[in-house]
Every structure is written in structure tokens, then in C-alpha cells.
Nanobody, 122 residues
């Protein structure tokens, strides 16, 4: 079992930055694919970014490409989401997720965090 805990959310003005962290416990995530998703009020959860188990590959939703960066620190068992040039439409609850290496391609993650709120004011 893997437990995931997100942190770093908050209120920021449009154009600002936030860095989300997701700390894993219970098992090392060094061989897991890791992803970030978000869900805005009244909308379905959507994919934001993912990083492969090796850290050698990343992918992003078109809406965040060029503004968000996903990274991982194996020593700290943590995955990060650096969010720059934030827009009001980025407002959502952000979730991290972990799964076997193939999850990087399927987006069918096994483990989920509880989420952290990001609010971007205009």
C-alpha cells in the first residue's frame, strides 16, 4: 500500500506561482509512475501531468504545457508540481496519484492522495 499526502496549495493571484508536493509513505515510489490530476467544482477530474518511474519522461495536458513542471525526488519519496503563470481557470482541487510503470500510459492509477485546494484569483 502507498499513502500519498499533498501539500502546498493555497490562494494566489493570477500570474503567480505555487509548488505542490506529494509525499509518499508505506512503500517506496521509486518504481511507480506518478501523476497529477485536478477537479474543479462541477467538473470531472482531469489529467494534468505525469512522470515516468525513471523520471526520464514527462507529459502534460495541453492547458498547462509550458507553465507546469512535474518532477520527482526519489530520496525524499516525493513528487512535485511547479505551477507558474497561474490562471483563474487553474482553480481546482489537485490530486497526486501513483501506480505501476505502465500507468504512465494508461492513466489508470492505483493510489490517490486526498487533494489540496488551489485557488487563483483574477
Amino acid at each position: 500500500q502507498v499513502q500519498l499526502v499533498e501539500s502546498g496549495g493555497g490562494l494566489v493571484q493570477a500570474g503567480g506561482s505555487l509548488r505542490l508536493s506529494c509525499a509518499a509513505s508505506g512503500r517506496t515510489i521509486s518504481v511507480y509512475a506518478l501523476g497529477w490530476f485536478r477537479q474543479a467544482p462541477g467538473k470531472e477530474r482531469e489529467f494534468v501531468a505525469a512522470i515516468s518511474w525513471s523520471g526520464g519522461s514527462t507529459k502534460y495536458a495541453d492547458s498547462v504545457k509550458g507553465r507546469f513542471t512535474v518532477s520527482r525526488d526519489g530520496a525524499k519519496n516525493t513528487v512535485y508540481l511547479q505551477m507558474n503563470s497561474l490562471k483563474p481557470e487553474d482553480t481546482a482541487v489537485y490530486y497526486c496519484a501513483a501506480g505501476p510503470p505502465g500507468t504512465y500510459y494508461s492513466n489508470d492509477y492505483n493510489y490517490w492522495g486526498q487533494g489540496t485546494q488551489v485557488t487563483v484569483s483574477s
